[in-house]
């Protein structure tokens, strides 16, 4: 292992380290709202869907 | 590892912002689907027919990966119930560990069988994983994959640190290989190597880890994202789902597999399939941990079973709401419909078994080629004909963290110059090789022929859809901005 590789190795795993908790911080104090659970349904998705729950219904 | 971290912030996170944008800006138009998706943002039928490759990579992909699904389920299984015995002698641990890995994928002969008679267990581990996937994917389960994850993959971050904790205090563990230490495997893994940044084949396989890793240029994000609404934060999120996926693969991976790899097997077959390194690999690990190692083992495996489960689901997904959304048919019939086609293909990859031969064709050709073109042609659609000013309007949309405007100029010029360059140097340097290989293997042959009947298969699917939602009066080539 070069001096090289140990400062590639430092600055790569730490500046990996350092994205994913800069993230994760964003992430968790971010305020949150529901719009996901009622996301709109496209008219084409609407139909296949209806005619999927109407299957399961009737099963 | 220089060719890597270019690739990763010059192509990986730019294009992964493209595609989330992408996909959330057709589903607000009402498509799921990557040809859909991509003829709105595209505007028009060349970006429409060019989005098929966003079905044909994860269905492909699909057709594989499920079969090393089985692997992690069987590997597991072993763990569970003794069937990896890897001996005393620690000399042999590697050798045993490369026979078990070929017993378990019939790397060593074609056919479905065992030498002497009845089913190669493989085939029975794959039937399992398939029919759990497609009782997932019709069920469509997502909180129980969601409530497994939850705990899931913690799970296996921990096993990961003591995994790590084990690779790092390995010293020399064969004395008659005094080279073959840790800090040399950590070197072989991380000291920059500039004389192979002449090669085009080099970028081009960073480039594609880069894009597997993240699922970018795949038509899974585009999917997925299309569910989202303006509200959701498709910044944060891309960066949050890249980084998490570079923690796995730089802090562990880079730490644990390559450097374990030139421990236990030397130079040489570190740089081989990166699919059979970590199989290869870490039982010798965990063999080494002692009796905790084969617990340690089961639990990996299992989770590396579980996190691969969430990815196939994923893959099937874009190509589901496809069938749903250009052909009309029930959740019921287009699941029946894709099991058909997946089941075929996964067939031929378990037939062809030996040396891996229809996997790694596959693997090749779809795996790395045809996503590198794919987010070559997202990246210039979201780019040029999208257009930056209004891609970035439209990423910043319900965002709290802002793109660095630097981004503009490196999405628009920086990333269509560096995949095109790339491509091309490779074409020119590598691909001659590889196209003169197909012809003296006929399993390699008849895997692309099966590749582009798919293919077609999918263009004729397209079409029909293209007419259906004509007729339905929707702005296919995205000429109208969204109503919501």
Not at chain 2, 12 to 27: K, L, S
Not at chain 2, 29 to 39: N, Q
Not at chain 2, 183 to 204: A, E, H
Not at chain 2, 267 to 274: I, K
Request: one cysteine or more.
């Amino acid at each position: 292992m070069t001096i090289g590789g140990w400062i590639f190795m430092i600055l790569s795993v730490g500046f990996v380290v350092a994205l994913a908790a800069f993230c994760f911080y964003r992430v968790l104090t971010a305020p949150t709202h529901a719009s996901q659970a009622k996301a709109q349904s496209p008219p084409l998705m609407q139909q296949t869907d209806r005619q999927w729950q109407r299957k399961k219904t009737s099963s | 590892m220089i060719p890597y971290f270019c690739a990763l912030l010059l192509l990986g996170i730019p294009i992964c912002w493209a595609e989330w944008t992408m996909g959330r800006y057709g589903g607000r138009k009402g498509f799921r689907s990557a040809p859909a998706i991509m003829g709105v943002v595209g505007k028009g039928a060349v970006a429409r027919y060019l989005g098929v490759l966003g079905l044909l990579i994860p269905l492909v992909i699909y057709m594989y990966y499920v079969l090393i699904e089985s692997w992690c389920l069987q590997y597991c299984f072993a763990y569970l119930f003794g069937g990896l015995d890897l001996g005393a002698d620690p000399t042999k641990y590697a050798e045993e560990s490369g026979k078990f890995f070929t017993a378990v994928t019939g790397a060593d002969a074609n056919g479905i069988t065992l030498a002497h008679g009845g089913i190669h267990p493989s085939v029975i581990f794959w039937a399992v994983t398939f029919a759990l996937n497609f009782w997932f994917i019709y069920r469509g389960l997502s909180k129980g994959i969601e409530a497994v994850c939850m705990w899931a993959m913690p799970a296996m971050a921990l096993c990961a640190v003591i995994v790590l904790m084990r690779v790092l205090t390995l010293g020399t563990p064969d004395p008659t290989y005094p080279d073959r230490n840790v800090l040399n495997g950590l070197g072989f893994m991380w000291n920059p190597d500039l004389s192979k940044l002449g090669d085009f084949k080099t970028w081009l396989a960073a480039a594609g880890q880069i894009f597997f890793s993240l699922s970018v240029g795949f038509g899974v994000i585009i999917n997925y994202a299309s569910y989202l609404t303006k509200k959701d934060d498709v910044v944060l999120s891309g960066l949050t789902a890249s980084s998490t996926n570079e923690l796995f693969e730089v802090a562990f991976g880079g730490l644990i597999t390559i450097p374990a790899a030139f421990v236990f097997l030397g130079a040489s077959a570190s740089f081989g399939s990166t699919f059979g390194l970590g199989f290869n690999t870490l039982p010798v690990v965990f063999e080494y941990m002692g009796g905790v190692g084969r617990v340690i083992g089961a639990i990996w495996f299992l989770m590396l079973f579980l996190a691969a489960i969430t990815s196939s689901l994923s893959m099937l997904q874009p190509v589901l709401a496809f069938l749903m959304e250009a052909l009309g048919v029930s959740r019921g019939r287009a699941v029946s419909l894709l099991g058909g086609i997946t089941l075929l293909g996964s067939l031929w990859v378990i037939y062809f078994s030996k040396g891996l031969v229809a996997l790694d064709t596959m693997d090749f050709w779809v795996g790395t080629m045809l996503i590198f073109v794919l987010a070559t042609v997202q990246i210039i659609c979201f780019g040029w004909v999208f257009g930056i000013e209004q891609g970035f309007e439209e990423a910043h949309l319900g965002a709290q963290l802002r793109i660095p405007s630097i981004f503009r100029f490196i999405i628009k010029y920086v990333s269509p110059a560096y995949l095109l360059l790339v491509f091309a140097g490779f074409c020119l340097q590598t691909l001659p090789g590889y196209v003169k290989g197909l012809g003296e293997n006929d399993v390699a042959r008849w895997t692309l022929v099966l590749i582009s009947i798919i293919l077609l298969m999918l263009v004729g699917m397209t079409r029909m859809g293209e007419r259906r939602w004509r007729e339905l009066g929707l702005d296919i080539d995205g000429r109208t901005p969204p109503r919501d």
